[in-house]
């Protein structure tokens, strides 16, 4: 079973930049479909960006051109890019590991946006 741990996480003032990490324990994205997924309080978790085994990227609309998602193999690790930051984007965000049927979730790393 493959462990994932999610770091990066803090406040930042809207309009800053911060860069999440996930660490995996073993190497799995030629296999795995990575994705980040965040939950606001009192809202249900949603994707926000995702990478699969090919290399191809998704994002939901409300962070398309502020968010970026990459991967460096050789660290197994993902990364979540995310500039322009509102209060809106304040949540939980999970990292995410998928390859049907299996899927595994870090525990989370709290992003709170406020001035």
């Known amino acids: 079973q493959v462990q994932l741990v999610e770091s990066g996480g803090g406040l930042v003032q809207p309009g800053g930049s911060l860069r999440l990490s996930c660490a995996a324990s073993?190497?799995?994205?030629?296999?795995?479909?990575m994705g980040w997924y965040r939950q606001a309080p009192g809202k249900e978790r949603e994707l926000v960006a995702s990478?699969?085994?090919?290399?191809?990227?998704n994002y939901a609309d409300s962070v398309k051109g502020r968010f970026t998602i990459s991967r460096d193999n050789a660290k197994n690790t993902v990364y979540l890019q995310m500039n322009s930051l509102k209060p809106e984007d304040t949540a939980v965000y999970y990292c995410?590991?998928?390859?049907?049927?299996?899927?595994?979730w870090g525990k989370g790393t709290l992003v709170t946006v406020s001035s």
């Open positions: 073993r190497n799995i994205f030629s296999r795995y479909t």
């Open positions: 990478i699969t085994n090919g290399g191809a990227t």
């Open positions: 995410n590991a998928k390859t049907t049927p299996l899927t595994t």
